[in-house]
């Protein structure tokens, strides 16, 4: 069986294939050139996928993913409806996305950005003491990263609620399911945590009209895709006080370009879509499993739903 390994954005791709095919006992596994001719693959493992990747590789039976987001991936010219796309799940990433989610919230919560402010003024000026009920938290999206989240959030007493699609019962997470349960959700949430996936339903989901409806004082974090945020919608957001910040991992454009006025304004921090990497031993045990299951035609989980986009 040959693999191609697709990724525009690893720096290391012979060491990767080198763990890959320890793993998969059989597998030849060939690196993806720009400028080579088509290989031959049955499968493909891949991140931030080249263009053409189904157009060269028209034999590829099935995809899997080397991280969460399949958003990319779906909008490749020639990937056929019945080929099985296998994205990653958690490999790592969960927990790295709920101590980010810790960082951007207690750093609003508890005056830590005044702090040091402050600091740089040699002030001693304590804040006021944190009210957990003040701060109750919004976490869209409650698959693998968020529930992760929610769960962390809660036992750190934050009043904690989640939205997605079909609901997530969880310990101390109250549950909100479904587009029409989004305006009650939005508005018991002053941080609101974006972990959705990027599809033709949540995109520009951040907007003016939806971040309007949060409580006073609202901060964004957006961990999700820098698709789901209309932009433009930001800036005018925090300057008309709706908005008090915002944490940014995605942007629409990454990197993002050295001129975004992201960049110069104090009120938003960005960080390089780093908020949950996978971890390569784990990433390499996962995909490895989920390809033997392929093989032998056993059930194997973290099949995207192609109609639905993740
Ligand atoms: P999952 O598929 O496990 O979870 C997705 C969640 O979103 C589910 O709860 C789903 O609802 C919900 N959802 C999807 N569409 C809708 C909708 N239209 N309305 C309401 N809820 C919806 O994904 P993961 O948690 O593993 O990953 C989520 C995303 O996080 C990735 O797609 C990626 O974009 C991003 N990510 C970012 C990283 C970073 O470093 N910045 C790292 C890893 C992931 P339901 O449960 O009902 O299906
Ligand atoms: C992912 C990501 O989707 O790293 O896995 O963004």
Do not use: C
């Not at 296998?86 to 927990?95: F, P």
């Not at 830590?112 to 003024?121: I, K, M, S, T, W």
């Not at 820098?226 to 433009?232: A, F, I, Q, T, Y």
């Amino acid at each position: 069986m040959k693999i191609i390994f697709a990724s525009s954005t690893t720096s290391d791709p012979d060491s990767w294939i080198r763990l890959l095919e320890e793993a998969i006992p059989g597998a030849e596994i060939v690196n993806w050139f720009d400028d080579s001719g088509t290989v031959g693959a049955d499968l493909a493992i891949t991140w931030s996928p080249p263009h053409d990747l189904f157009l060269r590789e028209p034999g590829i039976q099935a995809v899997f993913n080397l991280g969460a987001g399949v958003d990319a991936l779906l909008k490749l010219p020639g990937l056929r409806d019945n080929v099985p796309v296998i994205r990653l799940e958690d490999a790592g990433m969960a927990v790295q996305m709920a101590e980010y989610a810790v960082y951007a919230l207690v750093r609003a919560s508890r005056s830590f950005d005044r702090y040091q402010q402050l600091q740089g003024e040699r002030r001693w000026e304590p804040q006021q003491d944190i009210r957990r009920r003040n701060w109750p938290v919004g976490v869209l999206g409650m698959g693998v990263m968020g529930a992760r989240v929610a769960q962390v959030l809660a036992a750190l007493e934050y009043p904690v609620a989640g939205w997605s699609r079909s609901g997530k019962a969880l310990p101390d997470v109250q549950s909100f399911a479904g587009s029409d349960t989004l305006p009650a959700f939005l508005a018991r949430t002053r941080v609101l945590i974006n972990t959705l996936p990027l599809t033709p339903e949540t995109r520009g989901l951040l907007n003016r009209e939806t971040l309007g409806q949060l409580l006073p004082g609202a901060y964004l974090v957006n961990v999700g895709r820098g698709g789901h945020l209309v932009e433009d919608d930001l800036i005018p957001l925090l300057d008309s006080g709706v908005l008090s910040g915002a944490t940014l991992d995605v942007f629409s454009q990454e990197p993002l370009p050295t001129g975004h006025p992201f960049w110069a304004d104090p009120r938003i921090t960005i960080t390089p879509h780093v908020a949950a990497a996978s971890l390569r031993e784990e990433t390499v045990a996962q995909v490895a499993e989920k390809i033997r299951r392929y093989r032998a035609g056993e059930a194997l989980t973290g099949i995207v739903a192609r109609e639905r986009g993740y």
